[in-house]
């Protein structure tokens, strides 16, 4: 097990921002959540996805302050809520990252930031990116293209920060990386926010897909209020054009996948990896894997969750569930169904047991253990409370959303917690919701 050491507090201004690059790792190494990908009969593994990029200062502060007005107007509304630690903590550390830059109240919006560049030199090579963490034996560095570059402490020979500002890679810079990487028998394309790699000429067909969940994930955080942020490495997304090569590809990054993965987002590189197989190009299960995987990437590049916490699955694994239904993963909603396929089938072998579900909604909100007992469960309970909770109670799903992303490195939530800050925002128990989502869902197609 890893141990860590604190951060010092003169790297707060880049630690607020980069830390959830770490957090799922951290969090899958201690509790063992570690299954890199999707599986296409199983259902989803509990992967939560890779990497949340830094949002410029500027940014952070202006959507925290304007959450904080929005949330006092609505409290004010509805009356005093039982206090939240999260949100104590995000206030503090909004004014806490406004002090360590010098900004003072009102110019928030106009203060220049700039994060320097660390430099690792080490008896393999020198290395360029922001630090991350620090452990007993490996330092955790961003680099510019996204990805967590880890180096064992035993090989570091200096460090220092150098007055060259961080800036994330460019466009181009990133295509000629990857055609030097994977070579001339690959299309590479740029369609913002994704750069694809892939071998056939229907990277059009893939490119649309993403790009049509990435519209309708931008239109979901303005219609739910969910703040968000502009990504800002871009998203490599890479088809190949058989499952041999796709786990060749896998087995290279050392990562250890089931025969059935059809896909997965690895928190190494920030990038989703797949195969294509025409005869599974319109399988319901491959389809939803996808785009489950790719919720899941641009819910953390666009601020949405943090990595840095273990503050619970059931929201990034319900929020991602989501995406997967036809209403969410396409541009336009209308005629389409808001219900993941994978998930109908368990939703109606419960749906009329209410004990069943507001049992299962009270584990999922006090921990983790249902996705290890019953992930089939523990995913369908998780989609149904997170879609219930953004379809009616939006202003508080995204007051708890935002809370959640802005707790502190390192963090981790007790069970007690979990539950306390549940019923501080929503106003109940998480096993109250189950007549609620029993009535919804049941005018839901």
């Given at each position: 097990?890893l ?45 939560l ?32 809520a ?24 009102g110019d928030?919006?106009?203060a ?11 008896s393999?090579?020198t ?22 570059q ?5 090989i ?12 994330v ?49 931008r ?27 796709f ?8 990562v ?10 690895s928190q ?10 025409v ?8 389809l939803?894997?996808?785009?489950h ?79 290890t ?8 309970v ?12 939006p ?51």
């Amino acid at each position: 097990m890893l141990s860590r050491r604190s951060v010092p507090y003169s790297l707060i201004a880049c630690v607020v921002m980069i830390a959830s690059a770490w957090g799922v790792v951290r969090y899958k190494l201690y509790n063992g959540y570690s299954e890199p990908c999707e599986t296409s009969s199983e259902g989803p593994s509990t992967t939560l996805g890779e990497y949340t990029p830094p949002p410029s200062l500027e940014q952070f502060v202006k959507f925290r302050s304007e959450s904080l007005s929005e949330r006092s107007e609505y409290e004010s509304s509805i009356g005093p809520a039982e206090a939240s630690p999260i949100a104590d903590f995000a206030n503090r550390t909004v004014e806490s990252v406004k002090e360590s830059n010098g900004i003072t109240h009102g110019d928030a919006n106009h203060a220049p930031i700039v994060l320097p560049t660390t430099e690792i030199v080490t008896s393999y090579g020198t290395f360029y990116g922001l630090p991350m963490e620090r452990f007993a034996d490996q330092y955790w560095l961003l680099r510019n293209d996204g990805a967590i570059q880890s180096i064992p402490n035993d090989i570091i020979q200096a460090e220092r920060s150098i007055p060259s500002e961080f800036r994330v890679i460019s466009v181009d810079q990133m295509i000629s990386n990857l055609r030097e990487e994977f070579g001339s028998q690959y299309l590479v394309q740029h369609q913002k926010p994704y750069v694809f790699v892939a071998k056939s000429q229907r990277i059009t067909q893939w490119s649309t897909r993403f790009r049509a969940l990435y519209e309708s994930m931008r239109r979901v955080c303005l219609t739910k209020g969910l703040n968000s942020i502009d990504i800002e490495f871009p998203l490599v997304a890479i088809v190949f054009g058989s499952k041999e090569e796709f786990l060749r590809y896998a087995s290279r990054w050392n990562v250890s996948l089931p025969s059935n993965c059809v896909g997965y987002y690895s928190q190494r590189d920030n990038r989703i990896a797949l195969y294509e197989d025409v005869s599974e190009w319109t399988a319901h299960d491959t389809l939803d894997t996808i785009s489950h995987e790719s919720a899941h990437q641009l819910a953390f590049n666009m601020g949405l969750h943090r990595r840095c916490v273990s503050s619970g699955l059931w929201l990034a694994e319900g929020f991602a569930t989501v995406f997967e239904a036809p209403a969410f993963s396409n541009i336009s909603r209308e005629g389409r169904s808001s219900l993941p396929s994978a998930r109908i089938e368990t939703w109606r072998r419960i749906q009329g047991n209410r004990a069943q579900i507001a049992e299962a909604l009270d584990s999922i909100v006090r921990n983790d253990n249902l996705f290890t007992h019953d992930p089939d469960l523990a995913y369908t309970v998780s989609w149904a409370l997170t879609f219930h909770l953004m379809e009616k109670e939006p202003r508080r799903f995204s007051d708890y959303v935002h809370q959640t992303s802005q707790l502190p490195l390192g963090h981790e939530l007790a069970s007690v917690d979990r539950l306390h800050h549940f019923r501080s925002v929503f106003g109940r128990d998480p096993a109250q919701y189950a007549p609620l989502i029993q009535k919804h869902l049941s005018n839901v197609r």
